[in-house]
Structures are given as C-alpha cells and as structure tokens.
C-alpha cells in the first residue's frame, strides 16, 4: 500500500471517529435530559413537576437563542480556521453567552416571579443560574467544531455524572422542592462550565462579545429569527390544537412525539457534526456537497421510514407500557407523525449544506412558509379528523416544504465556481460579502482579544503545479478531489490538514498536523411541532 493510500485510510478513520464521537455526545445529551424529566417527575409531586417543565422550556428556548447567536455561527464561520483565529472566537463567543445569560436572567427572573405564580421560583432559580450553562453550551459547540468531540463527549459526561449524583444525594436527604433539584442541576453544569474553559485554555473575553455579535450578524440575524418564527409557530399551532380540541388531542401528538424521539438523536447529531466538517472544506464541488446532501437525507429518511414501520407494528401491550392510556390516541397519529419526522430528515441534507456554504438566509426563508403551513394545517386538520387530521396538517407542512430547500441548496450550488468554494455572494446575499469568511477590519489588527479574524475558509494548502497529486477526500460521499476540480495537496501532506487532531492522536490514529463542536435539547432544521 502506498504512502498516499496510508495517508488517506488515516484521515477517513479519523473523520468516522469524530462523527462517532459526536453522535455519541449527543445521544448522552439527549439521553440525559429524558432521565433528568423521568427523575423529577418521580420524585416531585405534580405540581412540582409542572413547575419544572416550564422552567426547561424557557430554558430550552433561551439555551436554542443563544446557539443561533453564537453556537452556529462559529460552526459555519470557523471550524478550519487558524488556531489563534479559532480561539479569539471561542473566547469572543463564551463572553456573548455570558452577557446574553446574564440578561435574561436580569429581565426573567422579576417577571418571573412578579407573574409566573408557583412556576416563578422555579424560573427565576434555573435563570440566575443560566449564564454559566450557555458558556457550557457553546464550549460543546466549539469542541465538535474544532474537530474535538472527544472533549464535548467527556465534559457532557462529567455534567450527568455530577447531576444525578447531586440530585440522588439531594433525595436522599428528604428534598423534594423543584426550586433546590433545579440547583442541583444547573451547579453541576457550572462545574462543567469550569472544566471546558480549562480543556479550551480560554476564557470568555466579554469584551469581545460586541465584536463577534458584529461579524456574525449577517449570520444570526437570520439564524435567530429561523428559531424563534418556527418554533413559535409550532408551539402556537399546538395551543391551537388544545384550544378547538381538547388536551387528550394534544397528549396524542406528544405521544407520538416521544415515540419518534430516538430520531432527534440522529437528526441534531448529523445537523451538528456536518455543518462544521462541510465548513471547513470549501475547495467541495457542487457535485460533492450535492451527494453529501442526499446522503444525509436519504440516510435520515430511510430511517424514519423503518422506525415508523417498527412502531406501527408495536404490540398494544408494549406501547401501553410505554405511554399508557396515551397510547390508543399516539397510535392514530404515528403514520402522519412518521411522515412529519420523514420530511425534516429529508430538508436536513440540503440544510446542512446551506448553513456550511454561510447561506442561513436561504434556509430561513422557507422556514418561514413553514411555520405558516404550521400554523394552519394543524387546526384545520383537527378540524377535519381530530388528532390524526392535525398530525397530517404537520407532515403535510414539513414534505411540502421539504423540496424548498433542496430548490435553496441548488441555487447556492449553480453560483459557485467550477473548482468549488463559497457561492458569490454572503450570506446575505451580497456580492463579495463575508458571509462564508472572516472580513479583517483594521482596527481588527491588534493583541489579544481583539486579534484579526482572518478568513477560515481559504484553502491554503492548495497548490498547483507539476508535483501535486489529488487526494480523495476522507470520508465524505464524492471519491476525490481531482486537481481540474481546483484541490491538490504536495506528496506529504494528509488530506485536508485539520482531519487529524488531538483526539484522534489519543485513540491511535495517524496525525498530521492538529486543528485548534438542538445537544443539551435543541432543534434540528425544521424545527418540530
């Protein structure tokens, strides 16, 4: 076997470790908060564990705000960037999460607990501690980013290890308040935060925080407002349901729902690990970034399909077990519900695509006609036929839409030159833009927290010349990057520089030269109802 060969093999085993590792990490996430709501739920009253679902609802939104302000930008804009660029981001990103924690919880809490009634201790106690669990939160980001989802994956485990044993210690000795299990678990994610600022060797610099809200505001604009337009129609459309039907009716769409939640595992761990591993390769074809696209929605498709039709087949015994005397109204639902999950696996191969080009504004329009169909479908489908009629008004919404973004992705792909690279325009559509790369400013030009921002997606190592061979690329659908194509690496080099990093040293493999991560919940392209 040759040199190149040896080379290759090496970065492929490298790229199938890290999307292991990070699938893992977010199967432990997921896995986690379910344990964490189980937990509660049995050792609090119902009150109690009320007032604890509202507090994780705000703090799953505010935790989904603050990745589209910081988490995904850093994912599109530097996961192949130079190291000293890559760290002036994860510090600049940590102090924007910090300073955004720290105010909602100056505007939450008093609202809180002046209007939320039982709910606002709870809520006010889960928003004081917030800042440091955003700070967690983005570290995870940046470790998958930076192709280190080894380091995610142990700090991820250290939170859970820290949280039950809290929370078993606090039950043990007799507390059974909300207010006291949701400080447990937030100074567990505190000490979590600790540790990832020392596994990065950074800390939050809140005085960069304006600057990079600056340089990824063409990005979150967009990002932020897809968050909040979908999940709020979605939300809205449930209420919808529960106001014109019943809660038995929105108790059979949750049913299904928690069925079907296996899938966000795959869906936000595929959402999460290809964005920055498509970003930080911008010398892809359109052809390759096209296969990769239907790659991933067809993988996450044909799984949907395959789930559904397992639990289509459950026998009533085993889905009782499960959901109780939700079952009988979850499986009415369950055909529509799979093909509602089936349309968001499908849109997440072009989204994917989209989000690594710097395009979010692509995505976001669609989603806005999303939460439009969202917002009707679901009630005139309970309308015409209950639960399982606004269960249809869902999937209708997500595989009508579903095509839209494979329609966004290939107006992105047709701008972009024959030899590969970002599309013409930024991400807000604005020729010469920065919206796939880092625009220096001058006063960019200095020390410390306010070191320049270079641009990330420039393949440096391109060469050209007599002495070049192509090298295929590890591990993603397309075989190879032919030098006509526009990307050739010197005899020497590992294809792409940053495939081998740190963690994958520690497991054995082969290193070149080192890079510099909806998680703890979150949402995955379209968001779910």
Same mark, same amino acid.
């Given at each position: *076997?040759?040199?190149?060969?040896?080379?290759?093999?090496?970065?492929?085993? %490298?790229?199938?470790?890290?999307?292991?590792?990070?699938?893992?990490?977010?199967?432990?996430?997921?896995?986690?908060?379910?344990?964490?709501?189980?937990?509660? !739920?049995?050792?609090?009253?119902?009150?109690?564990?009320?007032?604890? #679902?509202?507090?994780?609802?705000?703090?799953?939104?505010?935790?989904?705000?603050?990745?589209?302000?910081?988490?995904? /930008?850093?994912? *599109?804009?530097?996961?192949?960037?130079?190291?000293?660029?890559?760290?002036?981001?994860?510090?600049?990103?940590?102090?924007?999460?910090?300073?955004?924690?720290?105010?909602?919880?100056?505007?939450?809490?008093?609202?809180?607990?002046?209007?939320?009634?039982?709910? =606002?201790?709870?809520?006010?106690? &889960?928003?004081?501690?917030?800042?440091?669990?955003?700070?967690?939160?983005?570290?995870?980001?940046?470790?998958?980013?930076?192709?280190?989802?080894?380091?995610?994956?142990?700090?991820?485990?250290?939170?859970?290890?820290?949280?039950?044993?809290?929370?078993?210690?606090?039950?043990?000795?007799?507390?059974?308040?909300?207010?006291?299990?949701? &400080?447990?678990?937030?100074?567990?994610?505190?000490?979590?935060?600790?540790?990832?600022?020392?596994?990065?060797?950074?800390? /939050?610099?809140?005085?960069?925080?304006?600057?990079?809200?600056?340089?990824?505001? @063409?990005?979150?604009?967009?990002?932020?407002?897809?968050?909040?337009?979908?999940?709020?129609?979605?939300?809205?459309?449930?209420?919808?349901? %529960?106001?014109?039907?019943?809660?038995? $009716?929105?108790?059979?769409?949750?049913? %299904?729902?928690?069925?079907?939640?296996?899938?966000?595992?795959?869906?936000?761990?595929?959402?999460?690990?290809?964005?920055?591993?498509?970003?930080?390769?911008?010398?892809?074809?359109?052809?390759?970034?096209? &296969?990769?696209?239907?790659?991933?929605?067809?993988?996450?498709?044909?799984?949907?399909?395959?789930?559904?039709?397992?639990?289509?087949?459950?026998?009533?015994?085993?889905?009782?077990?499960?959901?109780?005397?939700?079952?009988?109204?979850?499986?009415?639902?369950?055909?529509?519900?799979?093909?509602?999950?089936?349309?968001?696996?499908?849109?997440?191969?072009?989204?994917?695509?989209?989000?690594?080009?710097?395009?979010?504004?692509?995505?976001?329009?669609?989603?806005?006609?999303?939460?439009?169909?969202?917002?009707?479908?679901?009630?005139?489908?309970?309308?015409?036929?209950?639960?399982?009629?606004?269960?249809?008004?869902?999937?209708?919404?997500?595989?009508?839409? !579903?095509?839209?973004?494979?329609?966004? *992705?290939?107006?992105?792909?047709?701008? &972009? /030159?024959?030899?590969?690279?970002?599309?013409? $325009?930024?991400?807000?559509?604005?020729?010469?833009?920065?919206?796939?790369? =880092?625009?220096?400013?001058?006063?960019?030009?200095?020390?410390?927290?306010?070191?320049?921002?270079?641009?990330?997606?420039?393949?440096?190592?391109?060469?050209?010349?007599?002495?070049?061979?192509?090298?295929?690329?590890?591990?993603?659908? #397309?075989?190879?990057?032919?030098?006509?194509?526009?990307?050739?690496?010197?005899?020497?080099?590992?294809?792409?520089?940053?495939?081998?990093?740190?963690? @994958?040293?520690?497991?054995?493999?082969?290193?070149?030269?080192?890079?510099?991560?909806?998680?703890?919940?979150?949402?995955?392209?379209?968001?779910?109802?």
């Amino acid at each position: *076997m040759g040199a190149q060969q040896v080379k290759t093999r090496s970065a492929r085993s %490298a790229f199938a470790g890290r999307a292991a590792w990070s699938f893992g990490d977010q199967a432990l996430s997921s896995l986690t908060n379910a344990a964490l709501s189980i937990f509660i !739920a049995r050792v609090t009253s119902a009150e109690g564990y009320g007032y604890f #679902a509202v507090a994780f609802t705000v703090y799953t939104f505010l935790l989904g705000t603050c990745r589209a302000l910081v988490n995904q /930008p850093f994912a *599109m804009r530097w996961p192949g960037a130079e190291e000293d660029d890559a760290r002036w981001a994860a510090a600049a990103g940590t102090g924007l999460a910090l300073v955004f924690g720290l105010l909602c919880a100056a505007v939450v809490v008093p609202v809180a607990l002046l209007f939320a009634a039982g709910a =606002g201790p709870t809520v006010a106690t &889960m928003c004081v501690l917030l800042p440091l669990l955003l700070v967690q939160d983005v570290w995870r980001a940046v470790f998958i980013a930076r192709q280190r989802p080894r380091s995610a994956a142990a700090n991820d485990a250290l939170w859970t290890v820290l949280q039950f044993a809290g929370l078993s210690v606090a039950v043990a000795i007799g507390v059974r308040d909300p207010v006291p299990l949701v &400080m447990v678990w937030a100074v567990a994610g505190w000490v979590a935060a600790v540790v990832a600022v020392a596994q990065g060797r950074t800390r /939050p610099a809140v005085r960069s925080a304006t600057r990079f809200a600056r340089k990824t505001v @063409d990005l979150s604009r967009y990002l932020v407002a897809e968050w909040v337009t979908v999940l709020g129609a979605a939300q809205i459309a449930l209420l919808l349901v %529960a106001t014109i039907g019943s809660a038995v $009716d929105v108790g059979s769409l949750r049913g %299904a729902q928690t069925l079907l939640g296996p899938l966000n595992i795959l869906g936000i761990g595929a959402f999460g690990f290809l964005v920055p591993e498509l970003a930080r390769r911008p010398w892809l074809t359109a052809r390759q970034l096209r &296969m990769a696209a239907l790659a991933t929605s067809a993988g996450l498709g044909l799984i949907n399909l395959a789930w559904g039709a397992v639990l289509l087949l459950l026998p009533e015994n085993a889905g009782r077990a499960v959901l109780g005397s939700t079952w009988a109204g979850a499986r009415e639902t369950i055909l529509a519900m799979t093909l509602w999950a089936t349309g968001i696996a499908v849109a997440t191969g072009p989204i994917v695509v989209i989000r690594s080009r710097g395009r979010p504004r692509d995505s976001f329009i669609v989603n806005v006609l999303l939460g439009f169909l969202l917002l009707a479908g679901a009630p005139i489908g309970l309308v015409l036929g209950g639960a399982e009629g606004a269960a249809w008004g869902f999937a209708l919404a997500t595989l009508s839409t !579903a095509p839209l973004f494979g329609i966004r *992705m290939e107006r992105i792909l047709g701008s &972009m /030159p024959s030899g590969g690279g970002h599309g013409g $325009d930024d991400a807000g559509g604005h020729p010469g833009g920065d919206g796939a790369g =880092g625009h220096v400013d001058q006063d960019d030009r200095t020390r410390g927290d306010d070191r320049a921002v270079a641009d990330p997606h420039r393949p440096e190592h391109a060469r050209s010349g007599a002495d070049v061979h192509a090298v295929a690329d590890d591990g993603l659908p #397309a075989a190879g990057r032919p030098v006509a194509e526009g990307h050739a690496l010197v005899e020497g080099e590992v294809a792409a520089r940053h495939d081998v990093t740190p963690d @994958d040293e520690a497991g054995g493999v082969a290193q070149a030269q080192p890079g510099a991560d909806p998680g703890r919940g979150g949402q995955l392209g379209p968001a779910a109802p």
